[in-house]
């Protein structure tokens, strides 16, 4: 007779009890003190891991005029391409001037609306795609986009799902621990878009040094945040400030 | 500040102005954004804070007020690499009374009602802080937040474009300032070690060679970032 083994019998956790523990995880995260890059990155990994779709972005208002792509399920170039083309047109950018979500069942019938996106999306391999918006009240923030290599709407279910996950984010960019209490939009919104520009600058450093991609990069500033438990931005930042050569401004790094 | 291109022409004008560009670009937020004053001051990497500029007699005070006390919304803002903004003095919020006792003391006497400070940064170049003020109470509108936040993206420019070597940094659009294309961040990360060089002057390389070859700055950056161009610290 072979011994007890507590996985014989144990059912796979069911898509309920998956999102159960997502959304578990998430609160926990939100109470503690948490890094916003890290944050929205976990959480475009996770909207791949439980909702029916292939890639997931989230893009924000960078209050400039622009769209900036801040997390995203993967760092392979023609899907942030589609991201990034959605300054011009696109769902997300839709869902963001409109305040609602957008799904596309078939992409491709949408060619006359959308001109550039719809090729472009084409090309980087997806039939579909649903938009949904990272809001506070009136104000929008930014989108959380969803793409699908299959044809077909994403359903009413994925769609409140994936809300949920937008909301989130939304909680998760505007109550950063602060000293102020301001205009919070603004000063949280610009902080976590800084915050991601020190994450990509130092991406470049490490891809650079070590001869590898910027996923690549990525992982390895994500392994060695979680390695020396210390944030991600933190961690970013400590390697692009520890590379040598002078300011070439007063004041300027590094510190 | 109604018209984002129009603003974004005057910015880039005003980033040519020399050592008086942020002087010129802070003259500019008092024309277009709905304020009464703004000031610009620096702080060193070792932390030493130095006054650039201030448009009038208020907004000096207020940059003075700040290098003496060591208090105030530009140096939070600098500090927290976030906006700080604040809409009504006379109503103020609780922080505001604790955080910043001697400057609320030090502008008793003046009629300034609301302050609007932004990071002079992107990533991790720090350069100091934008304060503007108003005599009204009030937000920014989200235009004049945009034009505000445009505003203090050209000063940051301006500055290392005016303690660089290079005369021509980027084209006249407004892609060149938009601090939203991550591969242009990318790719300084990766001109800095080809280089040896500091990440301001990374940034600086990365948008002169897009001038110098009439192509946009996130090209350049892709061709950079896909390996398709290399600096080498021999070529300059």
Redesign the interface.
């Known amino acids: 007779m072979s011994p007890p083994d507590a996985s014989v019998g144990a059912a796979p956790p069911t898509r309920e009890q998956r999102f159960t523990e997502v959304f578990i995880a998430f609160a926990d995260t939100l109470v503690d003190d948490y890094d916003v890059v890290e944050l929205l990155d976990r959480l475009v990994t996770v909207c791949v891991e439980i909702l029916p779709v292939s890639a997931a972005g989230l893009l924000l208002d960078d209050q400039r005029g622009q769209l900036a792509v801040v997390a995203s399920s993967s760092e392979e170039t023609r899907l942030l391409e589609v991201f990034q083309l959605q300054n011009d047109e696109g769902p997300c950018l839709d869902c963001i001037r409109t305040g609602s979500a957008v799904t596309i069942s078939e992409i491709e019938a949408e060619a006359e609306r959308w001109p550039l996106f719809v090729p472009a999306s084409l090309r980087a391999g997806f039939r579909s795609v649903a938009a949904v918006p990272l809001r506070l009240r009136a104000q929008v923030i930014g989108g959380l986009n969803l793409f699908d290599a299959e044809p077909g709407a994403v359903s009413e279910d994925s769609r409140r799902l994936a809300q949920a996950l937008a909301d989130v984010a939304t909680i998760g960019i505007l109550q950063r621990r602060s000293t102020h209490r301001g205009d919070l939009v603004a000063e949280q919104l610009q902080h976590a878009l800084n915050s991601r520009v020190v994450i990509e600058q130092a991406k470049g450093v490490i891809a650079e040094r070590n001869g590898i991609s910027m996923e690549q990069a990525f992982e390895l500033l994500r392994t060695r945040s979680r390695n020396s438990n210390e944030k991600l931005t933190a961690v970013a930042r400590a390697i692009v400030q520890g590379q040598p050569g002078a300011a070439i401004v007063e004041g300027a790094d590094p510190r | 500040m109604d018209d ?1 291109v129009r603003w974004n022409r005057a910015l880039l004008d005003a980033t040519s102005a020399g050592p008086s560009a942020p002087l010129v670009i802070s003259r500019l937020c008092v024309e277009s954004l709905g304020v009464s004053g703004a000031g610009v001051s ?4 070792t932390g030493k804070r130095s006054v650039l500029c201030a448009t009038d007699a208020t907004a000096a005070l207020i940059e003075e007020l700040q290098f003496t006390l060591g208090e105030g919304p530009g140096i ?1 803002a600098f500090r ?8 009504d003095l006379d109503e103020p ?1 609780d ?1 505001v009374v604790d ?1 910043w006792p001697g400057l609320l003391d030090g502008l008793a006497s003046t009629d300034v009602r609301a302050l609007f400070a932004f ?1 002079l ?8 802080a934008l304060d503007l003020h108003r005599t009204e109470p009030g ?2 509108s ?1 235009d004049d ?2 034009g505000a ?2 505003a203090a ?1 050209s000063i940051v420019l301006a ?2 474009r ?3 070597r290079f005369e021509n940094v980027w084209h006249e659009d ?1 892609e060149s300032r ?6 242009v ?18 940034f ?1 390389l990365v948008r002169a060679r897009a001038f110098s070859s009439g192509r946009p700055v996130s090209d350049v950056a892709d061709d950079i ?2 390996r398709r161009i290399r600096f080498s610290p021999e070529d300059s």
């Open positions: 984002r620096t702080v060193t990497p939070d927290d690499r976030a906006p700080v903004l604040i809409s919020l922080f955080r990071p940064c992107v990533g991790v170049i720090d350069l100091g937000p920014l989200p937040l945009a936040l445009m993206d500055l290392m005016g303690a660089g407004a938009s601090t939203s294309f991550r591969q961040h990318q790719a300084t990360g990766m001109v800095q070690v080809q280089m040896g060089v500091s990440t301001d002057e990374a600086l970032v896909e």
